[in-house]
T-cell receptor, first 116, second 112 residues
Framework: GAVVSQHPSRVICKSGTSVKIECRSLDFQATTMFWYRQFPKQSLMLMATSNEGSKATYEQGVEKDKFLINHASLTLSTLTVTSAHPEDSSFYIC????????????FGPGTRLTVL | GENVEQHPSTLSVQEGDSAVIKCTYSDSASNYFPWYKQELGKGPQLIIDIRSNVGEKKDQRIAVTLNKTAKHFSLHITETQPEDSAVYFCATRGSTLGRLYFGRGTQLTVWP
């Protein structure tokens, strides 16, 4: 149980285009989902926290107009990187907390974004 | 906010030996302490966790100990195997609901 999927697993795009990443909780409902960014050999950096049906809460320094987050259902959250640039290239990982178990977070497999 | 320190940053052990990774934290309100294993190119996987009302928890070859007074917790892996090689992250959940604070990670290498 507690499986989280992400799609796509890797994506290459041209500078200036937008990319959407999906995060799904497959066997549980998730009131809260989290989006992280990870650079090589570094720890996970929290970008934003999203609660189903409400606006996401962004961490300091994360541009909300650039990283659009939508959490429209209890099993799906999306991250859209708008007008992507090479510096946005990174490993993006989502996690989800089962409803009623706010302590626990289960992570997706990650999405490798490369912006040319 | 919470400050989580993790040591060592790299750890090499011989197969069959034990490995210990230690973390300290600053927020005395932290009450949940998970450990994650991350293999190259994959997302972190929860391997064990402990809550603040417990001092030790064990799951087969893996154990976690917590000292709330000293604000530190440790991951112990016994009888290590090459497939234990990965990056391990400690984390804490503090007063902000749901938010986890991560250590910098430990690259564990188990040599056959």
């Amino acid at each position: 149980g507690a499986v989280v999927s992400q799609h796509p697993s890797r994506v290459i795009c041209k500078s200036g285009t937008s990319v959407k990443i999906e995060c799904r909780s497959l066997d549980f409902q998730a009131t809260t989902m989290f989006w992280y960014r990870q650079f090589p050999k570094q720890s996970l950096m929290l970008m934003a926290t999203s609660n189903e049906g409400s606006k996401a809460t962004y961490e300091q320094g994360v541009e909300k107009d650039k990283f659009l987050i939508n959490h429209a259902s209890l099993t799906l959250s999306t991250l859209t990187v708008t007008s992507a640039h090479p510096e946005d290239s990174s490993f993006y990982i989502c996690s989800a907390s089962p409803s009623g178990r706010a302590n626990e977070q289960f992570f997706g497999p990650g999405t490798r974004l490369t912006v040319l | 906010g919470e400050n989580v320190e993790q040591h060592p940053s790299t750890l090499s052990v011989q197969e069959g030996d034990s490995a210990v990774i230690k973390c300290t934290y600053s927020d005395s309100a932290s009450n949940y302490f998970p450990w994650y294993k991350q293999e190259l190119g994959k997302g972190p996987q929860l391997i064990i966790d402990i809550r603040s009302n417990v001092g030790e928890k064990k799951d087969q070859r893996i154990a976690v100990t917590l000292n709330k007074t000293a604000k530190h917790f440790s991951l112990h892996i016994t009888e290590t195997q090459p497939e234990d090689s990965a990056v391990y992250f400690c984390a804490t959940r503090g007063s902000t609901l749901g938010r986890l604070y991560f250590g910098r990670g430990t690259q564990l290498t188990v040599w056959p």
